[in-house]
């Protein structure tokens, strides 16, 4: 055992709340790319189903964001928001990589004026990171999806790297709450099995809990203060952490039920509190905001 460090962080071993060693899983990235490619669909419609991460990044955006700016949007998805951003008077590159997905990119988005380029990568391995120094970088998936923390701090490090002094980074990352959760929602059996709901709440992964449900995939999901400390350790200075849903997170049917009157009073109220600690607490999906000092 000797040199094994024993943090609950470390991304070799956890120490779990029996005192015995529980591997953590490799990074898969083709595993994610196979999920990706399979759901482009379920994905396309999730931010429709999961209505407040767009107000809550477009508000963030509005306050800090100067249309004209370049933003380089890695692991955009569809391109929900990127479509967004473009239609606001930013200038866009955009990466994934799921080829499903940038294919519905480029046959959506291909002829706009202010797209810079699409590109089918990982994050890690895009060529486009060079491209010019980015007024923005948006990272609203790559990170949740690399269970090892020297992975996510490689792809921060480059975020930070290719940033104009005084540029942002807007960071997505899935709550253990949520997770946990969504898990007992859709896979309440998970209790049973040591590799199941006790392994994602003492090390932030599973294998046979919300991974072992449909609509999920290889992903590490953290506690709230995890995040600042990670972004501060490659040169960050942490503006904002905000929770995209609030009292709404992974509770989605209490919000589609109501009218649309009250829709839109709820969606004020989460906005406005978005970063009240209680909240951020309650949330399935963090919304980070850090600058690179200038």
């Not at 202010?114 to 990272?139: G, P, Y």
């Not at 969606?267 to 600058?291: G, M, P, T, Y």
Request: proline share 5%; hydrophobic share 35%; glycine share 8%.
């Amino acid at each position: 055992m000797a040199g094994i460090n024993f943090s609950p962080f470390n991304d070799e071993f956890v120490i779990n709340f029996n005192k015995t060693l529980i591997p953590m899983p490799k990074d898969n990235p083709k595993e994610v790319k196979a999920y990706y490619n399979e759901h482009v669909k379920d994905e396309d419609r999730r931010l429709d189903e999961h209505p407040f991460e767009i107000p809550v990044t477009m508000h963030f955006v509005k306050k800090y964001l100067t249309p004209g700016a370049s933003i380089f949007d890695v692991a955009c998805g569809t391109g929900r928001i990127g479509k967004l951003l473009l239609n606001h008077g930013y200038f866009v590159g955009l990466n994934d990589l799921s080829d499903k997905n940038i294919e519905l990119v480029r046959e959506r988005l291909g002829s706009h004026r202010n797209l810079i380029f699409t590109e089918c990568s990982d994050a890690l391995e895009s060529q486009r990171w060079e491209h010019k120094l980015w007024d923005c970088v948006f990272m609203l998936g790559p990170l949740y999806h690399m269970v090892n923390k020297e992975k996510r701090l490689q792809v921060l490090k480059r975020a930070y790297d290719n940033l104009e002094p005084g540029g942002y980074l807007f960071s997505s990352f899935m709550t253990r709450v949520g997770a946990m959760v969504y898990g007992v929602k859709h896979n309440p059996e998970g209790i049973l099995f040591p590799d199941g709901a006790k392994k994602l709440w003492e090390t932030g992964t599973d294998n046979r809990f919300v991974e072992d449900t449909e609509y999920f995939t290889h992903a590490y999901f953290s506690h709230p203060e995890e995040i600042n400390p990670l972004l501060e350790s490659v040169g960050f200075q942490p503006l904002h952490l905000a929770g995209a849903e609030g009292i709404f997170g992974e509770r989605f049917e209490l919000f589609h039920q109501l009218k649309d009157e009250l829709k839109e009073e709820w969606k004020k109220f989460i906005i406005k509190n978005c970063e009240d600690n209680h909240l951020v607490h309650q949330s399935k999906h963090l919304l980070s905001l850090a600058q690179k000092p200038g």
